[in-house]
């Protein structure tokens, strides 16, 4: 069992307050930025963690039956955002996988200097966009949280074998438009999949 998995276990079963906080400490930054990703306001990100934990808190002995806590909070987190945005619409019709969703490049900065950094961040973004939207989250949840397929299908609501062939075809669609354009798109294909 690993650590993750002991703290959630504390948790659930004895009410263990810095199992608790562990695992808030572990999730919050990455919720905020997949949040953002989704396209949402720092303050609708914020309101929509706190009230992730705060449910997770206050429901803690219904919640026997997660076994992957990381998939659990994504997807709770991701149905605050969805009802939040809802409740402020009212009417409107909401689409899970709108167009907003992005992916901000952010690894490469400490890698190179800040111009040439800025040109890759606009090529590998270029890149992206020619995927849609929930091939750009796909991959954003795979390459940039480290989820695994299990993971990622359970937060976005589709079987484990959907998620790979979503995968898989975003991936063939990158190498696609890499090939298709000048080397120095090749080499910041290789760097979108090998350092994210």
Known sequence: MGQQEFNWREWIEKGDELSFSIIYNTHVN?????????????????????????????????MKHVQNITAYLFKMFKNNLLDQK????KEEAIDPH??????????????????????????VAALLNHLTPSQREVIYLKYMMGLKHKEIAEILNINEESARKLLYRAMEKLRT?????????KLLLVCLLHLI
Request: net charge neutral; hydrophobic share 35%; aromatic share 6%.
């Open 30 to 62: 990455n919720l905020f930025s997949y949040g953002r990703g989704m396209g949402f306001s720092e303050d609708n990100c914020k309101d929509a963690i706190q009230e992730t934990f705060i449910r997770l808190h206050l429901h803690r002995k219904r």
């Open 86 to 89: 809802e409740r402020s619409m």
């Open 98 to 123: 709108s167009k907003t969703f992005s992916v901000n490049i952010t690894v490469l900065d400490n890698i190179i200097d800040m111009e040439t950094s800025r040109i890759i961040k606009e090529k």
């Open 177 to 185: 438009e890499a090939s298709c354009n000048h080397l120095l798109e």
